[in-house]
């Protein structure tokens, strides 16, 4: 039986432009970290092909389709134009259908996508885990040896679980300052949403000041972002189609995402329903109309006056805004024109974190690998800040830096963008590091930085 069903495939001619030249190599993630041919973006195109030419879909095939990050770095340094996101696509999708996974890991995919993408389910959640990181319980079990016990993928997300601070509910309306330049939607996001309501304030906050009226449409839910990366095609359409008609009866004239992930997911909009004759045209013109926060404000220029803030600023490139949107100035113009605020580059940062949307909580080892180099790298930086615009990202490196014993607050950029244009003292954004997710004791202000621990450098990138 071959790989595929006729339904999509992955696309001959796409798998046609691959000549193999090994550019990709040293970008990939998974090449990086094992060297394994098959990890690699060329690798995982042969398995396409050979599956194209009847091979069967088997565990083997599977497991390095499972082991991409689809990170789309591979995307950025291809010289030939492949585009390698349609194909992984497209191959997820019918591994998805047609592959049979273990019982153990259908129930905790189903536990993921039944949780994840619904708000008011998560928000369930909000209490107990507020009361867990209160009580101080995970530290006692960390320092028992007991949460070391637990399964890998459970570890990881306890691990992960950002601090759950007081809920900041989101106006559906608010209005410009001054002069009205812009209406705009605002994607509210799932776990943005309930995990991260700050940043989802300062976005609003930002862009009223820069001139926006924002709108926050009260009926919007998933973006369809994790559906999509993961494969589950009907799921990912459904809440297109619902985020499409959402913003469409909110009028307005672009629609912005402060997560890097949504925003990917939403410019393909027009890709994914291209099959349905009712929406693909609506889904086309939608995509066109998505910006990035940051694509937004670089586009409009600053009409509220930024003021200093002399920070040192680790710039995290997320995956899905450098590689998948090709966003990589706009961020940098923003972050450039607060005054007092230094940007530093992170090196290897064409690398992705291992977050990956739901990447590091079903494959856990090489995500952590992938952390602990990308924390080695930001800590190198001697930054007193990691800003980046994927809450996913925060929470990876975050996680990375506890363990390596260091202590660096991270922000999203609308964060600094938002305590610069209120004159905020520094101290609003440098009190937040690892720590806070762990306890009350991790809401004091941490003010200084460790250095990077020498004794776990990041290893050289092995040559193609």
Known sequence: MSAFDLHHPPDQQLVDDCVHCGFCLPTCPTYVLWGEEMDSPRGRIYLMEIGLQGEAMNDEMVRHFDQCLGCMACVTSCPSGVQYDKLIEATRQQV?????????????????????????????????????????????LR??????????????????????????????????????RRRVGM????????????????TARVLAADGCEVVAPAGQGCCGALSLHAGREAEAQAFARDAIAAFEAAGVDEVVVNVAGCGSAMKEYGHLLRDDPAWAERAKAFSARVRDLSELLAELG????????????????????????GVRAQPRQVLGAVPGLELREVAEGEICCGSAGIYNLVE?????????????????????????????????IRSAVERRGGRLPVAHVAEVLDASIRG????????????????????????RTTKVNESHPPGPLPRS
């Open 302 to 325: 600053p009409a509220a006056e930024r003021r200093p803030l002399p920070v040192k600023v680790a710039w995290h490139d997320a995956c899905h805004l450098a590689h998948a949107q």
């Open 364 to 396: 856990p080892q090489p995500a952590t690998e992938l952390g602990d180099r990308k924390a080695a790298n930001v800590l190198a930086t001697g930054a007193d800040l990691l800003v980046t615009s994927n809450p996913g990202c925060l929470m990876q």
């Open 187 to 202: 994607l509210s996001g799932c776990v943005q949403r309930v995990f991260f309501p700050e940043v989802n304030a300062a």
């Open 424 to 447: 905020a003292d520094p101290g609003s954004l440098l009190g937040r590091g690892p720590a806070q997710s762990r306890s009350l004791a991790g809401r004091r202000r941490l003010r």
């Open 143 to 180: 320092r028992a040896g007991l949460l070391g016990r637990l399964p890998a993928r459970v570890g990881a997300m306890e691990r992960l679980l950002p601090a759950i601070g007081r809920a900041e509910a989101l106006p559906e309306v608010t209005p410009a300052s001054g002069e009205r």
């Open 96 to 140: 998805e259908r047609r592959h049979p996974r273990s019982r153990r890991d259908r129930a905790y995919r189903a536990m993921i996508f039944g949780l994840f993408p619904y708000p008011r389910r998560l928000r369930l959640l909000r209490g107990p885990l507020r009361l867990y990181q209160r009580s101080r319980l995970g530290t006692l």
